[in-house]
């Protein structure tokens, strides 16, 4: 009997690479992940972006906002006036300099002034501007609380308190989906009495 010697079996040859699929596959794996990495770093530019504009709105809000109550802080309400409004307020110093606020004056629209001037009759006020063009104001609203003297010789006995004044603003700046608006409010009362 004769032995039959078998070749030995030659290994199966393979080609080092990949298939189109696997590469489609891959480049549309890598392609969503850029997307979505993308997606983010324009929702945190956005959202950064909307933080800077309401944090300078309110900045500045603040120091108008402040600006008006140290002058009510330092005065007093000037109730003889005659223009007291909702839109305008009158304050005298104990040195008679008289300090008046007016918003949305025909002049003016949607601007906040302010006058310090010594005013008397026929001398006209230098009206300057309280806030940058940067930023709308679209209302700001004063409430005294009395709206009468407190401390008038006619006043009656139960009304003789100091005058509060509270102070509406709102203010907005950019436009379309980065817009901010805030409203703004504060009271404040006068540290001279019966001036």
């Given amino acids: 009997m004769k032995r039959m010697l078998l070749a030995p079996s030659q290994p199966e040859v393979t080609h080092a690479g990949y298939t189109i699929v696997e590469m489609l596959v891959s480049v549309a794996v890598f392609g969503l992940a850029f997307i979505a990495i993308g997606a983010i770093f324009i929702g945190f530019s956005t959202a950064q972006s909307r933080a800077s504009v309401s944090q300078r709105l309110l900045n500045e809000g603040n120091f108008v ?12 309400i000037d109730y003889d006036c005659g223009l007291m409004s909702s839109r305008y307020i009158c ?20 601007i906040l002034q302010a006058c310090s001037d010594p005013v008397s009759v026929g001398v006209a006020c230098s009206w300057i501007n309280l806030h940058s063009s940067d930023v709308d104001i679209t209302n700001v609203e004063f409430h ?44 404040v009362t006068s540290r001279l009495y019966n001036l």
């Fill in 91 to 110: 304050l005298t110093a104990p040195d008679g300099t008289e300090t008046h606020f007016r918003f949305n004056d025909p002049s003016a629209p949607n």
């Fill in 144 to 187: 005294v609380f009395p709206q009468n003297d407190p401390f008038a010789p006619n006043a009656p006995d139960g009304d003789i308190f100091q005058p509060i004044t509270t102070i509406l603003m709102t203010i907005q700046a950019g436009v379309g989906r980065g817009q901010q608006i805030f409203d703004l409010q504060t009271s």
């Fill in 65 to 76: 906002l402040e600006a008006v109550a140290r002058e009510i802080r330092m005065n007093a």
